[in-house]
């Protein structure tokens, strides 16, 4: 089993429509979680942490389900920017406070006008 | 602020040939990571160094991959002999004990 799994997608939808993401770890342990986008050729950034109590940040929803190992992230009123692969981060709690990241594949993500 | 820096952007090598990556991260974070992006996967963790010693290197393939961070800040990476499946994405990161993460622009590395 995947530390970190992701269903690669594609996924393409029209501006403005609203689209969620999935993605489970595997090690119960793990406390901290991120979203993180990249662009095509570019490096992975932070988009947004994800926190316990479920966080927003304009249009962009996470949400987070510790009993099932499940992290979500909801993306309403799409715009054509939003393209690009998102990937699910978990950190690696045999790290410590190191700060080593666990990645999952990415979900590539296509917004068509 | 300065970013991570990595050199060069871009790199084609035969395979068994020998090739360096070069990372300077952000001053002053004590923390500096190797990471693998392999087309259509996530990054995978090389190497990992806290300062100038390393804290995880259980992913790095040691027959042909040597990472080193002289001084605590710059490091390098070095695949001798290179493989086919070595093309990849090599990315470095940095942050400041373990928070403020932050990558380069990445090395591409083709092996034909």
């Known amino acids: 089993r995947k530390e970190v799994e992701q269903d690669p997608g594609p996924f393409n939808v029209p501006e403005g429509a609203t689209v969620a993401f999935n993605c489970t770890y595997s090690?119960?342990?793990?406390?901290?979680f991120f979203w993180y986008r990249q662009d095509c050729r570019k490096e992975p950034k932070l988009l947004m942490s994800?926190?316990?109590s479920g966080n927003e940040d304009g249009r962009f929803t996470a949400q987070l389900n510790r009993a099932s190992q499940y992290i979500s992230l909801l993306i309403r009123d799409s715009k054509l920017s939003d393209s690009a692969t998102y990937l699910c981060?978990?950190?690696?709690?045999?790290?410590?406070?190191?700060?080593?990241?666990?990645f999952g594949q990415g979900t590539t993500l296509q917004v068509k006008p | 602020e300065a970013g991570v820096a990595q050199s060069p952007r871009y790199k084609i090598i035969e395979k068994r040939q020998s090739v360096a990556f070069w990372c300077n991260p952000i001053?002053?974070?004590?923390?500096l990571y190797w990471y693998q992006q392999i087309l259509g996967q996530g990054p995978k963790l090389l190497i990992q160094?806290?300062?100038?010693?390393?804290?995880?290197d259980s992913q790095l393939p040691k027959d042909r991959f040597s990472a080193e961070r002289l001084k605590g800040v710059d490091s390098t990476l070095k695949i001798q002999p290179a493989k086919l499946e070595d093309s990849a994405v090599y990315l470095c990161?940095?942050?400041?004990?373990?928070?403020?993460?932050?990558f380069g622009s990445g090395t591409r590395l083709t092996v034909v």
């Open positions: 990161a940095s942050s400041l004990y373990g928070s403020g993460y932050t």
């Open positions: 981060v978990v950190n690696d709690p045999l790290g410590g406070n190191t700060g080593k990241l666990i």
């Open positions: 160094f806290q300062n100038n010693g390393v804290v995880d």
């Open positions: 090690n119960s342990a793990s406390q901290s």
């Open positions: 001053s002053g974070h004590a923390t």
């Open positions: 994800v926190y316990s």
